[in-house]
């Protein structure tokens, strides 16, 4: 499993200050893909927004101030990303938290120091846009940490300490970030101007951060609604970081509550409440999954949920009943806590009966990747749009150079460079010819990222020039599928994606003399690379929807995220060596199933768990597992082709109503259902909170998740450190409330 980025449920934070946006809200209270027929009935988001005609011109949003508050805002959203994504598997992207808690900073300083120079002047919404995507940039690339490094080190397959291999982990950083920028600059003409329109490519989320700096810069009452979007978010920042820190020392009281643990203990250790402990249910006050709940939407965190049942509570006990699967009593000598296991190990594999973790992973598995590419394919117009596009673009290259060469253009290649300009479906780009990001850097930039990953990934770890190519290919074909489902769906398969990488590497390096151990390092930094480059690709691509519906020029949002993203190539190791120094756990594989570890790495343990299956001989995948999976996928297909095809016109709000087989098969691959259930709460109280006042809500509610998982993220950056100078709540707290004494 990789990282997943949570994205908002909704189009837009749009109560400011038109009915139509009012009118736009009152539509799409639970719905997680957007009717985009309705939407264009009140407003066309396929051209630039209306701004208010009384903002500014500003000719250079690029500022220093608006590249080093995104900056800021971004590394803290990094450090969050590192403590959510080793605990839990996910990632957040850093668009509103950038852009709302950067609106309050800049506004401040454009009051207060005036006419000073860097610090004062005007700010405007380009200016807010830029923010966010120098937050995008600095927050992204943690991706790689949370899941394919920390498994190399975990399956023994490099040689020395994340602080001893220091250099290491900064160039593999530098290539995926880099690569991922340079590689999908053009693909902003052909996703958002050449296919938005007809293939209705709203890019939900980017869209919903572009309306919301809209609606903070719409004049004085967009102003005071900003600040109270700022105070929203502050408050809620506060009180998770808070929250958590303290939960620390009173983890039973504070964090986990263990209602199956305190039934044991009532029952003088009679009950059979254990059993269901065993399973992973119980309850975590995270604020980051309530807060991500409150975003994803009711479709979603329900079918989180009841994948969690399904997987947690029927099939994984079924599987033990009948002897497929076993767990690992944890406490055999102790009569008090003796019925107390663990179901999620996913060690000693090939040498004894799997857990229910590994026979589910397979399903999880094949389920995101059957999704994604359904999703793909069914959307075939994108695919001939793509064709078509490469060929006008070639033959406008050739013609170019033909004319340059013979001073007469090619009549066949001009005409079908002209069919590119003639395309009625193409929307009007607002950027200006020099506002656009120049070819001969981008290009400059893609050659030199291939080249220095050939020589990075040959002599630092040990793949060759012909397989780094391979995973440049497979990192740009996912970045295509990753950037054109999120358009749709506003769920962006990286899961899929990295595991897809991985299985393609484990044939590549199959029969070819590999050591195991070679293979399987190969295998998960192959698959960083194509999932890391997606990663950031996806998320430039974010920044230009973003950006394209402000007017915001182009190369200055391309800039700002370079800049960014330099920051977060040194940024992430940094916090990787932070919390693996203090956390010796996240790199050791638990043999026994009683390693107490604050982070349950389900992301690194699954990348390992695949890096074995298809590298080593003695792992196999459980043969009814296969069938399960085989079986599963094909019924996730028939209903994409079923949804696509059938569920049109008159019937499209069925859709709504079917299951989101990619957050099901999310739940397969987690560890345990805690998660889910904080995130249903958090589905609910968003839900309850709408039909209360969905003006309050759209006011806040956004801002309120996104301090939320901000707050809990840093909150986890504190606990590493405290960690690391010995008071930490392992040391100076207690476990009271917890499973024998140990949350």
């Known amino acids: 499993m990789t990282t997943t980025e949570v994205r908002e449920a909704h189009l837009a934070d749009t109560s400011a200050h038109s009915p139509t946006d009012e009118k736009i809200d009152e539509k799409y209270e639970d719905v997680k893909v957007i009717d985009e027929k309705e939407v264009e009935e009140e407003l066309d988001l396929y051209v630039p927004l209306k701004m ?50 950067g609106y309050g900073i800049v506004k401040l300083l454009s009051k207060s120091c005036k006419d000073w120079p860097i610090l004062g002047g005007n700010f405007g919404p380009q200016e807010n846009s830029i923010i966010q995507a120098a937050a995008t940039g600095a927050g992204g690339i943690a ?63 980017p869209t919903a951060v572009a309306l919301t700096i809209r609606s903070m810069h719409a004049g004085a009452a967009g102003a005071r609604e900003a600040i109270s979007k700022l105070k929203a978010l502050a408050l809620a920042f506060s009180l998770a970081l808070i929250q958590r820190v303290a939960s620390y020392y009173a983890i039973g009281i504070l964090y986990d509550w263990h209602p199956f643990t305190w039934i044991h203990i009532w029952s003088k250790g009679t009950s059979w409440a254990l059993n269901i402990e065993s399973w992973g249910w119980y309850w975590e006050w995270t604020p980051a999954f309530i807060g991500s709940g409150m975003l994803i939407g009711m479709n979603a965190a329900i079918s989180l949920f009841a994948g969690a049942v399904l997987a947690w509570a029927i099939i994984g006990p079924v599987l033990v009943h009948y002897g497929e699967c076993i767990g690992i009593q944890l406490y055999p000598d102790d009569p008090y806590w003796d019925s107390l296991y663990s179901f999620a190990s996913l060690s000693n594999l090939g040498k004894q009966t799997p857990s229910p973790r590994y026979w589910l992973l397979w399903p999880g598995v094949l389920i995101m990747v059957a999704t994604s590419i359904a999703e793909l394919l069914v959307q075939y117009k994108v695919l001939a749009h793509a064709g078509k596009a490469v060929w006008k673009a070639m033959s406008g290259g050739i013609n170019d150079l033909t004319i340059k060469f013979t001073g007469k253009p090619s009549p ?26 120049p070819m001969w850097q981008w290009m400059l930039g893609l050659v030199l990222s291939i080249v220095v990953g050939i020589i990075v990934f040959n002599y630092q770890w040990g793949m060759g020039p012909g397989l780094t190519i391979l995973a440049c290919l497979l990192g740009f074909l996912f970045s295509f599928l ?16 990295s595991k897809a990488s991985q299985l393609v590497f484990g044939a590549a390096t199959s029969g070819k003399g590999y050591a195991i151990l070679d293979a399987q390092r190969i295998n998960l930094v192959a698959g960083g690379l194509a999932s890391g480059a997606a990663d950031v690709g996806t998320s430039l691509t974010s920044d230009f929807r973003t950006g394209f519906l402000l007017s915001t020029p182009p190369n200055k949002q391309w800039y700002a995220q370079s800049m960014g993203t330099l920051i977060s190539v040194f940024l992430a190791p940094g916090l990787f060596v932070l919390f693996a120094t203090a956390y010796p756990c996240i790199l050791i594989e638990d043999t026994t199933g009683k390693q107490h570890c604050p982070f349950a790495v389900p992301s690194v343990a699954a990348w390992a768990a695949v890096a074995r299956a298809v590298t080593d001989p003695s792992v ?124």
Not at 419 to 434: G, I, S, T, W
Not at 681 to 691: D, T, V
């Open 143 to 205: 991706g790689i940490f949370v899941a394919g490094i920390p498994a190399i080190y975990r399956l023994g397959a490099i040689e020395g300490t994340p602080k001893e291999n220091f250099g290491a982990l900064i160039t593999i950083t530098l290539v995926c970030s880099f690569f991922g920028l340079f590689f999908v600059t053009p693909l902003r003409k052909f996703f958002i101007i050449r296919v938005a329109r007809e293939l209705k490519l709203l890019f939900p989320t």
């Open 412 to 437: 066949f290649f001009e005409r079908q460079a002209n069919k590119l300009q003639d395309d009625a479906n193409m929307v009007a780009d607002p950027a200006r010819p020099e506002d656009q990001v």
């Open 482 to 497: 990753a950037i054109q489902i999120g358009a749709v769906t506003d769920q962006t398969p990286l899961t899929a994606a």
């Open 620 to 743: 196999h995948i459980p043969w009814s597992s296969g069938i399960f999976s085989i079986v599963m996928a094909v019924v996730v297909v028939a209903q994409v082709i079923f949804r696509h095809f059938y569920l049109v016109g008159e019937r499209e709000w069925i859709r709504e109503y079917l299951p989101n087989w990619g957050a099901i098969a999310l739940s397969f691959v987690l560890p345990s259902p805690v998660f889910t259930t904080a995130s249903l709460f958090g589905a609910l109280l968003a839900f309850a909170w709408r039909k209360w006042k969905l003006s309050s809500f759209e006011l806040y509610g956004y801002a309120v998740a996104a301090g939320f998982i901000a707050g809990e993220g840093l909150g986890g950056v504190v606990g590493a450190i405290l960690q690391i100078a010995g008071v930490s709540g392992d040391v100076l707290g207690t476990n009271v409330g917890c499973p024998a004494n140990a949350c």
């Open 52 to 101: 208010d005609p009384n903002i500014p011109y500003e000719p250079n949003p690029l500022t220093a101030r608006a590249v080093v508050v995104g900056i800021v805002l971004g590394a803290l959203v990094n450090a969050s990303n590192l403590y959510l994504g080793l605990k839990t598997g996910f990632t957040f992207s850093a668009n509103i938290f950038g852009s709302i808690f």
